[in-house]
């Protein structure tokens, strides 16, 4: 009677079926590399520079004062960064929001417009975001149906703003007397500003229509692949243009929230406003080359470098040396975008070719 027999294993195949390719990423890098575990690495990174302030300032940093400061400081670029990661999102950049920012200051705290917003100061918080929309609309029209490369375009908005900004305000500060609008913005609910309101709001809006909505869809379909989203419908062009006035109208009300901080409308605001804002949309994990965005992500890289700028505020350090600090991590956020971005590509191509 003849025993069954088995053939054994060959190590290699066994090796095979055990050990991870070494080019599969680990169950860490799978999960820091998801929206999510992108977005636990923020907060980590945030939790431990609360904590470097909490050593290093003591009491002056930890507590609830200086919070709610590092909070109305992060608004305004806030607000701006929403926009700016549609922009992104979709491919594109806009290197004008400062600029916009500027010039919307200026219009809204003109004389002539204060005056007529005396019995209705809502006024001045509309005519500073339509100010934004028409620079957004006319940067879209350029780059969309122009044919003019994003950067290029949105340049050349950048200084036409700045200048016209001089022109209208002759380089004078043009105090805000409205006492309606200052009273509103310098408010607070639940004894949080307004302006932070404004800042969660925007974002909760922006989470919604970039998360939730056709439009955001086709946004991220057209930062993935242009032609295959107008080959599948989507009318690209037009939607660019809608991207664009999103970030002026963004720029707007970031115009309106430093009206009220500042009380005075001039040209100089808003200056490099818009490194800050790509700052954060690329550290908070929005792909610059386009087809991911994530306004989660947005949100907590303008706490982080809000939080990180008065920790070295609080320790007197120079401001030197928060730029420095400032271009360290954003250098580091987009290297592990890139290596991310290949990571998931050679594994979408594995998969495709097994």
């Known amino acids: 009677m003849s025993e069954p027999t088995t053939t054994p294993q060959s190590p290699a195949?066994?090796?095979?079926?055990?050990?991870?390719?070494?080019?599969?990423?680990?169950?860490?890098?799978?999960?820091?590399?998801?929206?999510?575990?992108?977005?636990?690495?923020?907060?980590?990174?945030?939790?431990?520079?609360?904590?470097v302030g909490a050593v290093t300032a003591g009491d002056n940093f930890m507590n609830l004062d200086n919070m709610l400061v590092i909070a109305r400081l992060a608004s305004v670029i806030g607000v701006v960064a929403i926009g700016m990661t549609f922009v992104i999102t979709a491919g594109g950049i806009d290197?004008?929001?400062?600029?916009v920012l500027g010039l919307s200051s200026v219009v809204a705290s003109l004389g002539a417009i204060q005056t007529?917003?005396?019995?209705?100061?809502?006024l001045m918080v509309f005519v500073a975001i339509a100010v934004g929309v028409l620079a957004g609309l006319t940067n879209g029209l350029i780059i969309a149906y122009g044919k003019v490369v994003a950067f290029i375009a949105t340049v050349a908005m950048l200084a036409a703003a700045r200048g016209l900004a001089e022109l209208i305000s002759q380089r004078q500060?043009?105090?805000?007397?409205?006492?309606g609008f200052l009273d509103f913005f310098r408010g607070d609910l639940l004894g949080i500003s307004w302006v932070v309101w404004i800042f969660a709001?925007?974002?909760?809006?922006?989470?919604?229509?970039?998360?939730?909505?056709?439009?955001?869809?086709r946004t991220v379909a057209i930062g993935g692949n242009a032609t295959a989203a107008r080959l599948a419908g989507v009318a690209v062009k037009?939607?660019?243009?809608?991207?664009?006035?999103i970030a002026g109208a963004c720029a707007g009300i970031g115009a309106t929230m430093t009206l009220a901080r500042t009380t005075?409308?001039?040209?100089?605001?808003?200056?490099?406003?818009?490194l800050d804002a790509i700052a954060a949309v690329v550290v908070g994990g929005t792909l610059l080359?386009?087809?991911?965005?994530?306004?989660?992500?947005?949100?907590?890289?303008?706490?982080l470098f809000a939080t990180l700028n008065n920790v070295f505020t609080q320790n007197n350090l120079s401001s030197s040396v928060q730029l420095v600090a400032k271009g360290i991590i954003i250098v580091g956020a987009v290297m592990l975008q890139q290596r991310f971005a290949n990571r998931e590509a050679s594994s979408s191509s594995g998969g495709g070719a097994g």
């Not at 007529?116 to 809502?122: E, S």
């Not at 500060?173 to 006492?179: D, E, I, L």
């Not at 080359?289 to 706490?303: A, D, E, P, W």
């Open 13 to 51: 195949s066994s090796e095979v079926s055990t050990t991870p390719s070494a080019d599969e990423p680990s169950l860490v890098q799978r999960a820091f590399s998801s929206s999510a575990g992108r977005n636990i690495g923020l907060v980590i990174g945030l939790i431990l520079l609360v904590i």
């Open 95 to 99: 290197l004008s929001v400062g600029s």
């Open 116 to 122: 007529a917003a005396d019995g209705f100061w809502p």
């Open 173 to 179: 500060t043009q105090v805000v007397t409205n006492n």
């Open 201 to 217: 709001l925007t974002a909760l809006a922006g989470w919604f229509v970039l998360n939730r909505t056709t439009f955001g869809r």
């Open 238 to 245: 037009r939607h660019t243009v809608y991207l664009y006035m």
């Open 264 to 274: 005075a409308g001039t040209s100089t605001h808003g200056m490099l406003y818009e």
């Open 289 to 303: 080359i386009g087809g991911r965005g994530t306004i989660g992500g947005t949100v907590l890289g303008v706490l």
